[in-house]
């Protein structure tokens, strides 16, 4: 199983990003989904979790400007940011928690990708 990550870059203060993170491989189900950030210095932290049933969890920092969403049928997970500011740039990484059979699960990491948010 792999998670592949995608939509980085440099972007100004105020503007959007979509992250997208697509799970590939032997896959049964998907439970929880969601992504992470790390800044240099800092511990990574959730920026926002998405259940298989769409219930959604966001980090203070982010709420009312970041989404999160999903495409089961895709194995795809979405973070769309809005009004970007310079302390959102870091590392994100999507993870999943992914059952490869009914009696196997683990979670997965993305291998991140770079968001600057920069004038």
């Known amino acids: 199983v792999q998670l592949q990550a995608s939509g980085g870059g440099l972007v100004q203060p105020g503007g959007s990003l979509r992250l997208s993170c697509a799970a590939s491989g032997t896959i049964f189900s998907i439970n929880n989904m969601g992504w992470y950030r790390q800044a240099p210095g800092k511990q990574r932290e959730l920026v926002a979790a998405?259940?298989?049933?769409?219930?959604?969890n966001y980090a203070d920092s982010v709420k009312g400007r970041f989404t999160v969403s999903r495409d089961n049928a895709k194995d795809t997970v979405y973070l769309q940011m809005n009004s970007l500011k310079p302390e959102d740039t870091a590392v994100y990484f999507c993870?999943?928690?992914?059952?490869?059979?009914?009696?196997?699960?683990?979670?997965?990491w993305g291998q991140g990708t770079q968001v600057t948010v920069s004038s």
């Open positions: 998405i259940t298989r049933n769409f219930g959604t």
């Open positions: 993870n999943a928690d992914i059952n490869s059979s009914r009696y196997y699960s683990r979670t997965y």
